[in-house]
């Protein structure tokens, strides 16, 4: 398992990507979430193994029917261990799953 902080360029917001993103993200597996950074850009954290990171990440260089990625950066960060991909809100923050408190 792998975590993948993610951000995409280019004319990626009001043309599905996030809506397209999560669908994706759910019929690999993938876990984490997406959403519209203030700058115009795509913010994502994506974990799962290598074959369905590389298949999303395939997905994020191509994006939806409308949109248009110009430049993607991708940076590898510890595990969160999300439980599903959700679409956030702008000022929203992520909630990882309880600590196992192991009783």
């Known amino acids: 398992m792998k975590h993948l902080n993610i951000k ?3 004319k990626v917001q009001g ?5 397209t993103a999560k669908a994706v993200a759910d019929q ?6 997406v959403k519209n950074e203030k700058d115009g850009s ?4 994506a974990e799962g193994d290598d074959f369905s990171l590389g298949e999303f990440l395939e997905f994020c260089h191509k994006g939806s029917d409308r949109a248009i990625v110009e430049k993607i950066e991708t940076t590898e960060a510890e595990l969160k261990n999300y439980r599903n991909f959700d679409i ?3 000022k929203a923050s992520p909630q990882p799953p309880p600590k196992e408190s192991g009783l």
């Open 8 to 10: 995409i360029y280019g």
């Open 28 to 33: 690999l597996g993938v876990k984490g979430f």
């Open 88 to 90: 956030l809100k702008r």
């Open 15 to 19: 043309v599905f990507y996030r809506a």
């Open 42 to 45: 795509v913010y994502v954290e």
